[in-house]
């Protein structure tokens, strides 16, 4: 089994920057893709961004250009960084982690607020 662990959440104001990290039980090597999901209170679980083993990422439409998702394979991490945030990505962030193209693995989740 995979466990991971988001950390770097916490309270901003707009226009600021946070970063995410997940840390992976074990290797990333076998987990492909990697990402990040977010759920804001009241709303549907939604996309952020993935990362594929290849170097191929994907990006939600409103985070492109704002949003960068990394692997740090010698950590077993993903990161998240996160520019010039609005208060409208405020959510709960969530980690995931797909392996064989089966089963699909949970971060716990991080604060992310984003308030004046």
């Known amino acids: 089994q995979v466990q991971l662990m988001e950390s770097g959440g916490g309270l901003v104001h707009p226009g600021g920057s946070l970063r995410l990290s997940c840390v992976a039980s074990?290797?990333?090597?076998?987990?492909?893709?990697v990402g990040w999901y977010r759920q804001a209170p009241g709303k549907e679980r939604e996309l952020v961004a993935y990362?594929?083993?290849?170097?191929?990422?994907h990006y939600a439409n409103f985070v492109k250009g704002r949003f960068t998702i990394s692997r740090d394979n010698a950590k077993d991490a993903v990161t998240l960084q996160m520019n010039s945030l609005k208060p409208e990505d405020t959510a709960v962030y969530y980690c995931y982690a797909k392996e064989r193209g089966i089963h699909i693995y949970w971060g716990p989740g991080t604060q992310v607020t984003v308030s004046a």
């Open positions: 074990g290797s990333i090597s076998n987990l492909n893709p």
């Open positions: 990362s594929y083993l290849t170097g191929q990422t």
